[in-house]
């Protein structure tokens, strides 16, 4: 038999259903209300699975899964943008209004009073608004991060590569408080089912949950489907909007984008013809009269080319750019550095690798910058662009 109680909430309701097959429930759990849409469902596993590939790659994996990470991160952003339209538009339980953390029924849930919340509890509620905030402020500044170092993105215009490297630090920080929130979360969840007597994980999978008498009564919201399709395109459209056009604004600090000719003709016979902006002009200003001993080979040309090279090199040398090549490469050393792989930062970035990649057929040595960084030309040299050559091919 239906409880009149419940009766009146479904008729109030309309859309709230009665599991039709009584009979086949067992005891004690003879009505389930559905609580969770299949759209808040949805957007709960699947931020799971984007905030998850962000960690791992973020905090586990190197530059090479950058690509990953953006993807993560942005998918993240997307879906948390989708879900907060449907929280003024979706059913009871999604609405903003069922679970927005009023510090009083904070504090009374905390007491243990308030009664159970079919949908998230006032604590829950606070939680999912600072999981909102902390993956927006991710993506802002990742995107921050992207521009300043390396140019890309719609953000490349407004940062340079310190003022993104700064954000860095907050992306962390804010990552390790993602990290801390969803530990909460997850024991949140844990304690709640305990002292609610059910499973809230797998009300998130079903959507269906238990129905009490003594519930916390909601106020009821019909799904308006339509409204929510409409404001999502819309929030879509500015967002592609804006992604062009900020994209395609002038980006301070690019390298130079055309080789001149001249250079890649005489500097590109033996290896990569090295962006100007790698090396700072007094390397180039050092390297540049002592090519007749150029590391081992006689690399020498006229004096009238070897000067005109030499102004070249200086005049778009790493002190004209603002990628991180050109400011992490010759940072902190006493003299200019006459070759890139010389460098402690080069050291760095590719002690992970394999001696025996970098003597592979195809790569050759070290200095074949472009056998792994396809943009090696333009400067840039972005985690996004690197591409290591296939283990077939290496002896
Ligand atoms: C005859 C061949 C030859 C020519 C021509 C040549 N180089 Fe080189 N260069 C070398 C060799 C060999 C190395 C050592 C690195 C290696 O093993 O590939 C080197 C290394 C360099 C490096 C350091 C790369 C690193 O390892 O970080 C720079 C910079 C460089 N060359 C600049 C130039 C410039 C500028 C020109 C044109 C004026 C030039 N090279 C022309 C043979 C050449
Ligand atoms: C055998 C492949 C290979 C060669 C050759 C190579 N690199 Fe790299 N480089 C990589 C990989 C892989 C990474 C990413 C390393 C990581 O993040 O763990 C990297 C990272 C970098 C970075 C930092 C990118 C970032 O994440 O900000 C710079 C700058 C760079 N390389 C410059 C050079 C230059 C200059 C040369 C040539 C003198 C060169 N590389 C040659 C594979 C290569």
Not at 90 to 101: L, M, N, Q, S, V
Not at 239 to 246: E, F, K, Q, S
Request: charged share 15%; hydrophobic share 50%.
């Amino acid at each position: 038999m239906v409880p009149e109680r419940f009766a009146e909430d479904a008729d109030r309701t309309g859309h709230i259903m009665l599991q039709k097959n009584t009979e086949q429930t067992r005891e004690g759990q003879g009505l389930t209300v559905p609580v969770w849409d299949i759209w808040v469902r949805l957007f709960h596993w699947l931020l799971l699975a984007c905030v998850a590939t962000a960690t791992v790659t973020g905090f586990f994996a190197d530059a090479t899964w950058l690509r990953l990470h953006i993807a993560g991160g942005l998918g993240a952003a997307g879906l948390v943008l989708a879900r907060i339209v449907w929280g003024f538009t979706g059913p009871t339980h999604a609405r903003f209004k069922d679970f927005f953390p009023r510090p009083s029924a904070v504090m009374e849930h905390l007491r243990g009073g308030g009664g159970r919340h079919r949908g998230h509890n006032p604590l829950g509620g606070a939680m999912v608004f600072a999981f909102f905030l902390a993956i927006l402020f991710l993506a802002a500044t990742g995107l921050a991060i992207l521009g300043g170092a390396f140019k890309t993105g719609p953000l490349a215009f407004a940062f340079t590569f310190q003022s993104g490297h700064a954000m860095e630090e907050v992306h962390e920080l804010i990552a390790l408080a993602l990290l801390v929130m969803i530990g909460l979360h997850v024991a949140g969840v844990v304690l709640e089912s305990f002292r609610s007597r059910e499973n809230l994980a797998r009300g998130m999978v079903t959507g269906e949950k238990e129905w009490r008498a003594d519930d916390h009564q909601p106020r009821i919201a019909r799904p308006r489907g339509l409204a929510a399709a409409a404001a999502i395109a819309a929030v879509g459209a500015v967002l592609i909007l804006a992604n062009t056009g900020l994209s395609a604004r002038p980006v301070p600090g690019m390298p130079v984008a055309n080789l001149d000719p001249t250079y890649a003709q005489e500097c590109g016979d033996c290896h990569t013809v090295y962006h100007p902006s790698l090396l700072p002009a007094a390397s180039w200003r050092a390297l540049m009269p002592r090519l007749a001993d150029h590391f081992g080979e006689n690399a020498s040309l006229g004096p009238e080319l070897t000067a005109e090279l030499e102004a070249y090199l200086v005049a778009h040398a790493a002190e004209t750019a603002d990628t991180k090549a050109a400011n992490r490469m010759a940072r902190g050393l006493d003299a200019p550095p006459l070759a890139m792989t010389e460098t402690p930062f080069w050291k760095h970035q590719h002690e992970d690798l394999a001696k025996a990649l970098f003597a592979s057929d195809a790569v050759g040595s070290a200095s074949n910058c472009a056998a792994c960084h396809l943009d090696a030309e333009t400067g840039l040299f972005s985690p996004l662009s690197i591409s290591i050559p296939k283990q077939e091919t290496i002896r």
